[in-house]
């Protein structure tokens, strides 16, 4: 997957190492999810933006599941592009934003990497049965009774937001889908658990 974007042609050897983090031991956050953010970024016509673009490579770079997977993502990238010609503060403060994808109104670079990342929740059915499929495979460690409960928090917490994205774009073309995969994995989480579905 060398041919994704990348901002930094002098440092190849870089893009190398962060493509390896994303590797085939992962669940979701792979080279797939990493390609698919970076197309998400283009679409949201960001997609010359080296400080966003950086930030999508950056974003996943540490991941096991750890609370502070997206904190050391973001030391990563200020370590890492130290001396290059980029806004290093700029790069680790998007990454620090996907952890809880709440960009403060009128933060626009903002706003395109989180809905980039959260870009997922729309994709067709088969596509998002394998996100499903492979967050859970991220969270293995995790006993199925609680990744069910937490599963379910995380999903109910979006799904009741007003809107999913904050570019217009975004919510435009994604968030009915996305809407629509949502409800259909809250109902599939509850009936797994014999539970009633979250009101």
């Known amino acids: 997957m060398s041919e994704l974007p990348w901002p930094l042609p002098g440092r190849t050897d870089l893009r190398d190492r962060l493509l390896a983090s994303y590797g085939d031991d992962r669940g979701y956050h792979d080279q797939r999810h990493l390609a698919e953010v970076l197309a998400r970024i283009d679409e949201l016509g960001e997609g010359d933006s080296p400080a966003i673009v950086l930030a999508a490579w950056f974003h996943d770079a540490v991941y096991d599941g750890g609370a502070d997977d997206e904190e050391r993502s973001a030391l990563l990238a200020e370590t890492e592009l130290a001396g290059e010609d980029v806004d290093v503060t700029e790069v680790a403060r998007l990454v620090r934003l996907t952890s809880d994808h709440d960009p403060a109104p009128g933060d626009h670079a903002g706003a395109v990497l989180c809905d980039a990342d959260l870009a997922i929740l729309a994709a067709d059915p088969d596509r998002y049965a394998e996100y499903a499929a492979g967050v859970r495979r991220d969270f293995a460690h995790v006993p199925d009774e609680d990744f069910r409960a937490g599963r379910l928090a995380v999903l109910t ?43």
């Open 157 to 199: 917490e979006l799904l009741a937001r007003e809107s999913l994205f904050r570019t217009e774009h975004a919510r435009r073309a994604w968030d009915p889908r996305a809407r629509e995969n949502l409800a259909r994995e809250i109902s599939e989480l509850a009936a797994s658990g014999g539970e009633d579905l979250p009101r």
